[in-house]
């Protein structure tokens, strides 16, 4: 029996559309030494090493392997891959566990003696994948990755089973952490995704319950602005008076530059900013000009208590309103970050905003002191404020929950240009029942299945015209 090398650079699965039934199993502990001896021996780039979780497959025709799969972890960035995606360098870093990359394929066989057994045993592979991945590491993955050496192989049989090709990569290998060395060798990417909406949760807010766990990295040194962003940041901060002592380590810019970028990332409480801070890389800590190790090349980052005993006497009103004033400078330019409307860091601080629709990216901010109640700091009373201040809402819709369902907000953004799509609950009686009685008449904002003229009363009457 001589093998025959695959195209790629890692409970059962049948494919029974050839006559003979062809298994997908997991290889055991016992079998993983035959394993790795015949991809040592009979792929050519021989054996692959297992790197943070790793999934060895065999495929299995009446009895015997006739094929062997080796999955990994993706590669950490590559352009087109997460062009295709669509997702942030944040998302990237968090979720890149739900990307696995197919390291070696290889058939063991007479050449010819199954007809297209290369694409079966693909197809039953990917097809198995995501169970057995979840069944071994406790979350299933969406996505997979593989190359193909362009000056050897066509890739025929992963274009057969349905893998996309996404271009070259730029002939790169990572040698280490943040250090890539050229190879010279250019190879070809491709994809399949291991479900109809991969791409769709990829990039979702929330991840379903079988993907939590692989969406849960730490984001390592990612940051959601770009560096002449966080140095701009950071100048106007500069601006804001620290309300502490003059002899604190930490000075005021820097922490609250932490807090800022913690906050358009996502993170809501001081334990969450402070492992966000924790993530800083040495250069990205000495660019915020946090205080040095002396006598060593390690920039110290704030505790947990310098957060919670900054925010406690922090003029919380003038930081929304620096960050609000920089955030508009820089319309237009900022990545995706998540809405903060309405938020409480604890019982510490709280943020009111609106943002973008599309991108996520706050508009305006301003400081709340409570979630609930009418006060006067409180979400509802802020965010009218925060409404009337804007320079204009002209061609913008405002959207919002129950909670700012209020004949003052509306009449806030009305008197600011802008239209307004607000959320009624069952108890908000009133309001509730004199808008279904004015929308009783109104066509539907959805698509109407269009009847056939069997279905019309007459035969001349026509269908309601639906609307896109």
Same mark, same amino acid.
């Given at each position: ?15 029974? &559309? ?8 997991? $290889? ?44 990994? #972890? =993706? ?33 063991? /066989?007479?050449?010819? %003696? ?19 991945? @979840? ?45 890539? $060395? ?33 969406? !849960? +990295?730490?984001?390592?040194?990612? *940051?959601?602005?770009? =560096? %002449? ?6 100048? *106007? ?23 800022? !970028?913690?906050?358009?990332? &996502? ?50 009103? %003038?930081?929304?309103?620096?960050? +609000? ?6 319309? /237009? ?6 809405? !903060?409307? &309405? ?21 305006? !901010? ?47 953004? $009305? ?5 307004? @799509? ?19 008449? @109104? ?12 279905? #019309? ?8 015209? +639906?609307?896109?």
């Amino acid at each position: 029996m001589q093998p025959i090398q695959g195209q790629s650079t890692v409970g059962d699965a049948d494919n029974r &559309g050839h006559g003979n039934v062809l298994k997908i199993q997991v $290889v055991s502990e016992d079998e993983r030494q035959r394993f790795d001896d015949l991809l040592g021996a009979y792929h050519y780039l021989g054996e692959t090493r297992p790197v943070g979780d790793f999934l060895r497959q065999a495929a299995v025709l009446d009895g015997q392997w006739v094929g062997l799969l080796a999955w990994g #972890s =993706a590669c950490y960035a590559l352009k087109p891959r997460d062009s295709y995606i669509g997702w942030t360098a944040t998302q990237r870093a968090e979720r890149q566990k739900l990307v696995v990359q197919n390291r070696r394929f290889l058939l063991l /066989g007479e050449k010819g %003696a199954h007809p297209n057994l290369a694409s079966r045993i693909l197809g039953a592979a990917v097809k198995a994948l995501p169970e057995q991945w @979840l069944a071994h590491f406790h979350y299933a993955p969406l996505l997979a990755e593989t190359f193909t050496d362009i000056e050897s192989f066509h890739g025929t049989c992963y274009k057969a089973s349905g893998w996309e090709p996404l271009g070259h990569s730029q002939g790169f290998s990572r040698h280490r952490a943040d250090f890539y $060395v050229p190879h010279d060798r250019p190879k070809k990417l491709w994809v399949k995704k291991l479900r109809k909406n991969a791409l769709n949760l990829l990039v979702a807010p929330e991840l379903p319950v079988a993907q939590r766990q692989g969406g !849960m +990295s730490n984001a390592h040194g990612v *940051m959601p602005l770009k =560096a %002449a962003q966080i140095e701009s940041l950071y100048e *106007m901060f500069c601006r804001v008076k620290d309300p502490r002592a003059s002899n604190s380590r930490f000075r005021l810019a820097p922490v609250l530059t932490i807090v800022a !970028m913690a906050l358009l990332s &996502g993170h809501r409480d001081i334990s969450q900013i402070h492992r966000f801070g924790q993530r800083l890389k040495q250069e990205q800590r000495r660019r915020l000009g946090l205080p040095r190790k002396n006598g060593k090349a390690f920039w110290k980052i704030p505790g947990y208590n310098v957060y919670y005993n900054l925010l406690r006497q922090l003029d919380v009103t %003038a930081f929304a309103q620096t960050l +609000s004033e920089w955030l508009r400078a820089h319309q /237009g330019t900022l990545p995706t970050s998540l809405a !903060m409307d &309405g938020k409480m860091i604890r019982d510490t601080i709280g943020i009111v905003s609106l943002a973008d629709h599309e991108t996520g990216v706050p508009q305006a !901010m301003a400081c709340i002191s409570m979630k609930e109640g009418e006060g006067d700091r409180g979400e509802l009373k802020m965010a009218q404020k925060l409404v009337a201040e804007l320079p204009d809402l002209n061609g913008k819709l405002v959207t919002g929950d129950a909670l700012h369902t209020q004949i003052s907000t509306a009449q806030a953004i $009305v008197a600011q240009g802008g239209d307004f @799509l607000l959320q009624l609950k069952d108890n908000q009686k009133t309001v509730r029942e004199a808008t279904a009685k004015g929308m009783a008449n @109104l066509s539907p904002l959805f698509r109407r299945k269009r009847r056939s003229m069997a279905d #019309s009363p007459s035969a001349t009457s026509r269908s309601a015209p +639906s609307i896109p």
